[in-house]
C-alpha cells in the first residue's frame, strides 16, 4: 500500500493524500521520498490545475514517525544529514511547485505537520484540530521545517510558538496564519472547494509565474539557509539532551528537565 495516495480528477485537481492513519500520518523516510516524487511528478503535468494536500483518517500529520526518530538516535552525523536533507528537499519540492497547493487540515499537525501546512499556498482546517511544535519537548528543534514556518508566520508571531513546544488550537492557528480559515470538519470538503474554484478560472501559467514571482519577492530559503537548518537539527540529535528527551519518551517517563 502507498504511504501516499495521488489522484487527479477530471477538472485536474489533483489530490495528494498521506496515507499511514495507523500512525496519524507521521512521516518516515518512504513518504518524503514519495512526497518529492509526487511533487515533481503534478509539477511537470501540464493537465493538473491544483493540488489539495491532506491525510487520510483523524489526523493530518503527527510529524516524524516514531521508527524513524529511533533510527536516528543510532545513526552517525553524516546518516543524520543526509535525513534531513531529504526532507528539507521535499519541502523544497512541494513549496517550488508551479501550481497552487491548498491544505486540507482535518486534524491534528505536529512538528513536520506543521511545516507541510506552511508550504501550502492557502491551508483550511478543522475548527477541533490541534498543533504544535512540539520538538523541543524531545530535546530537538523545529530546524528543516524551521524556513517555512516562520515565512508563513512571520518572525513575530512566530516566537509565540516556535520553541515553547505549546499545542494551540485552529483559531489560534489562524490568528498565527498558519491557516486561512478553520470551519467545522463537516463544512470542511466546501471550504476546500471554495479555495480551489478561482483557479479553475485562471491562466495556468499566469498563475505559475504569480507563484514564483512571489517566491523571488518573499525570499524563498536558499541552500546557504538549508544548510543551516541541517547543522542545527544534526547538533540537537547529538546533544545530551536530545539524547534525555528521545530517551524519556521511549521509556514513557518525563524526560529531567519536565521537574
Known amino acids: 500500500m502507498a504511504v501516499v495516495e495521488l489522484n487527479v480528477d477530471d477538472r485536474g485537481v489533483a489530490w495528494l493524500r498521506l496515507n ?17 516524487l509526487a511533487a515533481g511528478r503534478l509539477g511537470r ?23 524513524w526518530m529511533k533510527a536516528q538516535m543510532g545513526a552517525d552525523a553524516e546518516t543524520r544529514a ?32 506543521v511545516g507541510l501546512m506552511s508550504v501550502c499556498d492557502v491551508a483550511v482546517g478543522a475548527d477541533h484540530a490541534t498543533f504544535g ?15 517555512y514556518v516562520v515565512a508563513r508566520m512571520g518572525a513575530a508571531r512566530a516566537r509565540r510558538v516556535f520553541f515553547s513546544g505549546r499545542r494551540f488550537g485552529a483559531e489560534e492557528a489562524v490568528a498565527l496564519g498558519l491557516l486561512a480559515n478553520a470551519v467545522p470538519e463537516a463544512e470542511l470538503d466546501e471550504a476546500i472547494e471554495a479555495e480551489i474554484a478561482p483557479y479553475l478560472s485562471a491562466a495556468p501559467g499566469a498563475v505559475a509565474a504569480g507563484k514564483a514571482l512571489v517566491a523571488q519577492l518573499g525570499g524563498a530559503p536558499d541552500e546557504r539557509q538549508v544548510s543551516v537548518t541541517i547543522d ?8 545530551d539532551e536530545a539524547a534525555e528527551g528521545i530517551g524519556a519518551f521511549f521509556d514513557k517517563r518525563k524526560p529531567g528537565w519536565a521537574g
Not at 54 to 67: Q, Y
Not at 100 to 109: F, W
Open 20 to 36: 499511514r492513519p495507523e500512525v496519524h500520518n507521521s512521516m518516515d523516510a518512504a513518504m518524503i521520498a514519495e512526497l518529492t
Open 45 to 67: 503535468d501540464p493537465a493538473v490545475r491544483v493540488v489539495v494536500l491532506t491525510g487520510e483518517g483523524k489526523s493530518f500529520c503527527a510529524g516524524g514517525d516514531l521508527g
Open 82 to 113: 543526509r535525513e534531513a536533507r531529504a526532507l528539507a528537499e521535499m519541502l523544497g519540492a512541494l513549496d517550488a511547485m508551479p501550481k497552487p497547493l491548498i491544505g486540507r487540515v482535518q486534524g491534528q499537525a505536529f512538528g513536520g505537520g
Open 133 to 147: 511544535l512540539t520538538e523541543v519537548r524531545l530535546g530537538l528543534i523545529p530546524a528543516t521545517i524551521g524556513p
Open 232 to 239: 542545527a537539527l544534526v547538533a540537537r540529535w547529538e546533544s
